[in-house]
C-alpha cells in the first residue's frame, strides 16, 4: 500500500497565507489620543426649544502620519459638556458617526456640564472620516438667545 | 460602594403575569345592521356560528393575551385555527374583502368607517393586533374610532378635537403643521425639531392630550413634554438609534463603571404604568412607553416628574372614561433638570485600567507623554510620526523571526499583548518581509 507522505515544507507557502489572513493585521503598539473640544452653537431658543450641536470630526492631520493604511482600534470616548444655564430641560446626547457615515450612527443619552467615558463604540469601524456630535436641546428659558456656558470635548483613546 | 443592580430591567416581559383588561373582556358581538353579525354556517362546527367579526376579535383577543403571558404557542394555534376556518368559507372571504375595501375607503376619506359602533376594548384589540387577521386600514380605522371615542367623555367630541388639533399645531409647529419627517436621526436633521417627526397618530392623540388638558386647567407644557418625548422616540428610529446608558460601557473618569435611575418616586410610576392594565389598551404607543420607561434609556430624558404621562396612558385607555378628572397638580408645570432628576450609581467594585496613550493630540498639539518617553520614543512634532531609535530596521529582522521564540507566534500576536514597544517588531508592514525571508 502506497502511503503519501506529506511535506510541510511544499505547503509553507500555504501555511503563511493562512497565518496572514487568520493574522488580520490587528497588532497595535502605539496607544494615543485626540482631543478635540468646541463651543455648541448659541441656540436661538423658540417656545418649541432649540437645539445646539457640537462637532467633532477627526480629519487626516487629527492622526500620526505613521497611521495611513493602518488598522486602527478605538479604545472608547472621554467627553466633558457645557450647559446652557439660561434655559429649560436641557438633555444632552452623543452620537457616534463611523467613518464617512453621516447617515449611520448611534446615540447615547449624557449630562450637561458633566463627564465621562463611554465604550459603547469600541467596536465599531473607526479612523479618519469618524466623528462625535454632540447635541444639546433646550427648551425656553426666558432668555432668547442661549449661550453654552462653556465648550464641549471629546477625546477619542485609540491604539494603532 | 457595592454593585447596585439596576432596579428593573425590560428585556423581560413586565406583563407576564398582569391581566390584560382588553384581552379578558368578554366579547360583546354587534347586533345592529352590520353584516358581521348575520351569517351562520350551521353544522360546522362552534367557531362558525361567530360571525367573521366576532371570530376575529376573539383570535386578536387571544393573541393579545398571547402578547401579555409571552405564550407564542397560543397564538400560533390561533392562527392557524385562523386559516383553517376561514378557508372554508368563501363567503367569509368576500365579506373580509368587503370590509378591507371599506375601511381603505374610510381612511381615504371615501367611506364610512367599518368599525364604528364597537366598543373600545373591541377596537383596541384590533388596532393593535399584529396577527395578520386585520388589513392595515382596518387597524388604523379601528384607531381612529379609537380616539373619537376617547373624547366621549367630554361635551362634544367634535370640537374639542378640532380644539385640541388647534393647540397641539400652534404649540408644536408654530401654526403650521408640516408632514410627517422621516426617522433615523442622521447628521443632517440631528437639528431638526423632534415634533416633526411625530406621526399622524401621534398627532392625533396629541391633539387630544391638548384638548382634555385645557378642559381640566393643566399647563399645557405637560403634554409639550410628552410630545416631545414621543417626537425624540421617532426621531430615533423608534429608539432604535439610542443606546442603553445601562449597558456597562459607561465610567466615569476614574474608571468606576456608572449606571442611571429615576428617581424612587417616577420608579414607582414607570412601574405602575407598565404592569398595569392600561397598557393593554392605551393609544400611547407602547413602544414607546417601554422603551422611555426603562431608566436606561429614560432617565436621561427625563426632565420632570412620570404622574402627568401616567394620567395620560390611563386616560386615553380603555379605562379612561373612569377618570374624570386630572389631579390640581398638573395646573401647572414641573421642570426638574436632568441632574437633579437622575440616580446616579458609581460602582465602585468595577472598574477599567485608565487608558494610557504613547502621543496625545490636544486640538493639534502633539506631545509624546511620559509613557511615550519611557518606551523609548521620540516625537515629530510635524507629523506626530512616533521613531523608535532603538527599533531595528525594517531590513534587519530579528534573528528570533518568531521561530525560536515560543512566545512570537501569530496568536501570541493577535492576542494583542501590551508588551513594550520595543519588543513589538511585527508590524503589518514587514510581515510581508517575513513571509520572504521564510520562503527563502
Same mark, same amino acid.
Given at each position: ?17 493562512? /497565518? ?25 431658543? #423658540? ?18 502620519? /505613521? ?9 472608547? #470616548? ?83 | ?31 345592529? *345592521? ?8 350551521? !353544522?360546522? !362546527? ?21 402578547? &401579555? ?21 368563501? =363567503? ?12 381603505? !375607503? ?24 399584529? !396577527? ?69 397618530? &401621534? ?27 414621543? *417626537? ?18 459607561? =465610567? ?74 386630572? &389631579? ?65 530596521? &525594517? ?33 503589518? *508592514? ?11
Amino acid at each position: 500500500m502506497k502511503r503519501k507522505m506529506i511535506c510541510p515544507c511544499k505547503y509553507r507557502f500555504g501555511f503563511l497565507v493562512a /497565518a496572514l489572513f487568520s493574522f488580520n493585521g490587528a497588532v497595535y503598539a502605539v496607544d494615543a489620543t485626540i482631543t478635540k473640544t468646541a463651543a455648541p452653537d448659541v441656540i436661538t431658543v #423658540i417656545s418649541i426649544g432649540g437645539t445646539g450641536l457640537s462637532f467633532f470630526g477627526l480629519r487626516n492631520t487629527d492622526f500620526p502620519d /505613521a497611521t495611513a493604511g493602518r488598522s486602527m482600534k478605538l479604545r472608547g #470616548i472621554e467627553w466633558r459638556t457645557t450647559s446652557y444655564p439660561q434655559t429649560l430641560d436641557e438633555k444632552v446626547e452623543l452620537c457616534y458617526f463611523r467613518p464617512f457615515q453621516g447617515l449611520e450612527n448611534n446615540c447615547r443619552p449624557i449630562w450637561p456640564s458633566m463627564s465621562g467615558t463611554l465604550h459603547d463604540f469600541d467596536d465599531l469601524p473607526f479612523g479618519r472620516g469618524a466623528s462625535v456630535t454632540i447635541k444639546h436641546h433646550v427648551k425656553d428659558g426666558g432668555a432668547r438667545l442661549a449661550y453654552p456656558v462653556g465648550t464641549d470635548s471629546v477625546t477619542y483613546h485609540y491604539s494603532y | 460602594m457595592n454593585t447596585i443592580v439596576t432596579r428593573f430591567s425590560l428585556a423581560d416581559s413586565r406583563l407576564a403575569s398582569v391581566p390584560s383588561s382588553a384581552a379578558h373582556s368578554p366579547l360583546v358581538l354587534p347586533v345592529d *345592521g352590520e353584516s358581521n353579525a348575520s351569517h351562520t354556517e350551521g !353544522g360546522t !362546527g362552534a367557531i362558525s356560528t361567530l360571525s367573521t367579526l366576532a371570530r376575529q376579535l376573539s383570535e386578536a383577543a387571544e393573541r393579545a393575551e398571547a402578547r &401579555d403571558t409571552r405564550k407564542v404557542t397560543r397564538d400560533t394555534l390561533a392562527s392557524e385555527a385562523y386559516l383553517a376556518t376561514k378557508a372554508q368559507s368563501d =363567503y367569509e372571504g368576500a365579506e373580509l374583502l368587503a370590509r378591507a375595501r371599506q375601511a381603505t !375607503g374610510f381612511i381615504d376619506g371615501a367611506d364610512s368607517n367599518p368599525f364604528k359602533g364597537l366598543a373600545r376594548d373591541q377596537l383596541s384589540l384590533i388596532a393593535h393586533d399584529e !396577527g395578520g387577521s386585520f388589513t392595515i386600514n382596518e387597524r388604523r380605522a379601528a384607531w381612529k374610532e379609537l380616539q373619537a371615542s376617547a373624547a366621549s367623555g367630554t361635551a362634544n367630541t367634535a370640537n374639542v378635537s378640532a380644539s385640541g388639533r388647534e393647540i397641539m399645531v400652534s404649540r408644536l409647529f408654530l401654526g403650521i403643521e408640516p408632514p410627517v419627517a422621516k426617522a433615523p436621526m442622521t447628521m443632517l436633521n440631528m437639528s431638526q425639531s423632534a415634533y416633526d417627526f411625530l406621526t399622524r397618530d &401621534d398627532r392625533d392623540l396629541l391633539s387630544q392630550m391638548y384638548a382634555y388638558a385645557q378642559a381640566q386647567g393643566a399647563d399645557l407644557r405637560n403634554v409639550d413634554n410628552v410630545a416631545g418625548l414621543l *417626537g425624540d422616540y421617532r426621531h430615533h428610529n423608534d429608539g432604535r438609534q439610542v443606546l442603553n446608558a445601562n449597558n456597562g460601557k459607561g =465610567y466615569d473618569l476614574e474608571g468606576y463603571m456608572v449606571t442611571v435611575d429615576f428617581q424612587a418616586e417616577d420608579a414607582a410610576t414607570a412601574s405602575r404604568i407598565l404592569n398595569g392594565s392600561a397598557i393593554s389598551s392605551t393609544l400611547v404607543d407602547r413602544g414607546f412607553l417601554r422603551h422611555f420607561l426603562d431608566p436606561g434609556y429614560g432617565a436621561l430624558k427625563n426632565t420632570s416628574d412620570l404622574a402627568f404621562l401616567e394620567q395620560m396612558v390611563i386616560k386615553f385607555s380603555a379605562e379612561g372614561a373612569a377618570q374624570i378628572s386630572l &389631579d390640581r397638580k398638573f395646573a401647572s408645570y414641573k421642570s426638574i433638570s436632568i441632574n437633579d432628576n437622575v440616580v446616579v450609581t458609581t460602582h465602585k467594585n468595577v472598574k477599567l485600567h485608565p487608558f494610557e496613550a504613547h502621543v496625545t493630540n490636544v486640538d493639534g498639539v502633539w506631545t509624546l507623554t511620559e509613557k511615550g518617553k519611557a518606551a523609548g520614543y521620540i516625537l515629530d512634532k510635524t507629523t506626530g510620526r512616533l521613531i523608535e531609535p532603538t527599533a531595528r530596521p &525594517d531590513d534587519q529582522a530579528p534573528p528570533t523571526l518568531g521561530r525560536e521564540s515560543p512566545k512570537h507566534t501569530v496568536m501570541d500576536f493577535s492576542a494583542d499583548h501590551r508588551d513594550p514597544p520595543g519588543t513589538r517588531w511585527l508590524k503589518p *508592514g514587514n510581515l510581508f518581509k517575513l513571509m520572504r525571508n521564510f520562503l527563502s
